[in-house]
């Protein structure tokens, strides 16, 4: 299936409506009704939208500033690390049903990862982590993000997921 066109670009509340969007986790369609202006007010969270052609709101993510400690992250802690890990966090990402396999997630990805490298060029992070919701779909969100690069933080938890933001640069690269 072609992709179809969109934009992505930060959420606007009077250009995003919210309440038809759907990606089939009740969870997280609630959480962009009803959580997500409040974070973005109160500077936890930055929200990114996709829209179609029409303005409808097809998909999204969400980063946030992080850090791990690195006694729970032996895969992404360096030798001699003491203190926090500086990361980004990816909050979430979904896209609507209507527009799933469609390379619409594969666009918020890479459009994630590529700011994540930017924002890490200014402030300085390791890695950008997420953790894989852990339903009927968790195989199949592994596969995709395994595909990308991304591997278990700590083997003794084995669904957050860490890139590093040096292998982020380097697959960025024009």
């Known amino acids: 299936m072609a992709e179809?066109?969109?934009?992505?670009?930060?959420f606007d509340k009077a250009l995003h409506d919210r309440g038809a969007f759907s990606c089939g986790v009740e969870?997280?369609?609630?959480?962009?009704?009803?959580?997500?202006?409040?974070k973005i007010a109160s500077?936890?969270?930055?929200?990114?939208?996709?829209?179609?052609?029409?303005?409808?709101?097809?998909?999204?993510?969400?980063?946030?500033?992080?850090?791990?400690?690195?006694?729970g992250a032996?895969?992404?802690?360096?030798?001699?690390?003491?203190?926090?890990?500086?990361?980004?966090?990816?909050?979430?990402?979904?896209?609507d049903r209507?527009?799933?396999?469609?390379?619409?997630?594969?666009a918020l990805m890479g459009d994630a990862i590529a700011r994540?490298?930017?924002?890490?060029?200014?402030?300085?992070a390791a890695a950008l982590i997420l953790d894989v919701l852990e339903d009927a779909a968790r195989d199949r969100r592994m596969v995709f993000y395994e595909g990308l690069g991304f591997r278990a933080i700590d083997p003794k938890t084995p669904h957050r997921l860490f890139?590093?933001?040096?292998?982020?640069?380097?697959?960025?690269?024009p």
Not at 98 to 106: A, E, F
Not at 163 to 173: D, M, R, V, W, Y
């Open 27 to 38: 969870a997280m369609d609630r959480w962009l009704r009803q959580s997500v202006a409040a």
């Open 4 to 10: 179809p066109p969109f934009t992505i670009r930060p």
């Open 98 to 106: 209507t527009c799933q396999r469609t390379g619409l997630g594969s």
């Open 43 to 71: 500077n936890r969270i930055r929200l990114w939208c996709a829209t179609d052609e029409g303005g409808r709101l097809v998909g999204f993510y969400a980063l946030a500033a992080h850090s791990v400690e690195v006694a």
């Open 116 to 124: 994540s490298v930017a924002i890490s060029e200014q402030l300085g």
């Open 163 to 173: 890139l590093p933001i040096k292998l982020a640069a380097i697959q960025n690269e």
């Open 74 to 95: 032996s895969d992404l802690a360096e030798r001699g690390d003491r203190h926090a890990i500086p990361a980004i966090y990816l909050v979430a990402l979904a896209v």
